[in-house]
């Protein structure tokens, strides 16, 4: 088997497995969801392999694509599982690969929240939102570790633009929604405490 051949069925394998994985992991896990937001997956592109011989530099840009789909889909499987150190060593390579890819700083963000890291987390979540304004689930993270971490202005905030740049059908919409009226009130519990002392 030549060896175009044999990358073309290992990396076909190895997609469906992934694929496969996925599937099963959000089966066992959608009873079971934790505050942290869905992660996002791109889409797998369908693309006609080169010949490495014919057009080497346009074979190198889609073996990194490539590997970069598949890190980043091992992630996310990895997330979902809560193997949060594992997902880091994934999502560092797409790092490497891919250093403004917003969607890898956010499950990135996830990934050190899940593992109980919350300052990293929230750096993570901040630099997303440096790449793409748009990001909304960085914004959802960004809250979350901020209230981890105490900022409650910060929450608050992120929270808020979360809230707003959310489109209507969301489904994590209430979630925030309750997140932001809870912290409110704790914060007007505190200030109202705070004048009677």
Do not use: C
């Not at 505050?35 to 073996?63: C, F, G, R, Y």
């Not at 993270?141 to 901020?146: C, T």
Request: charged share 20%; proline share 5%.
């Amino acid at each position: 088997m030549s060896q175009q051949k044999q990358f073309i069925v290992t990396a076909s394998a190895t997609l469906v497995l992934v694929v496969i994985f996925i599937f099963l992991i959000n089966l066992i896990t959608e009873k079971t969801q934790s505050i942290v937001s869905p992660t996002l997956v791109p889409p797998i592109k369908k693309t006609a392999l080169v010949d490495p011989k014919l057009q080497p530099n346009q074979h190198a840009k889609q073996a990194k694509a490539s590997e970069i789909d598949l890190r980043f889909s091992q992630a996310v499987v990895m997330l979902h599982a809560k193997q949060y150190d594992s997902a880091i060593k994934a999502l560092h390579r797409v790092l490497e690969l891919a250093p403004k890819m917003p969607e890898a700083h956010v499950n990135m963000g996830y990934a050190f929240l899940g593992g109980g890291d919350a300052k990293t987390a929230r750096d993570f979540f901040a630099s997303a939102i440096e790449l793409n304004l748009n990001q909304l689930n960085a914004y959802y993270g960004l809250a979350v570790a901020s209230e981890v971490l105490g900022d409650m202005e910060s929450a608050l905030g992120a929270m808020r633009t979360y809230v707003h740049l959310s489109p209507k059908d969301d489904p994590h919409l209430a979630k925030a929604r309750a997140a932001l009226w809870e912290w409110q009130a704790a914060r007007e519990k505190r200030d109202a405490e705070r004048k009677s002392q």
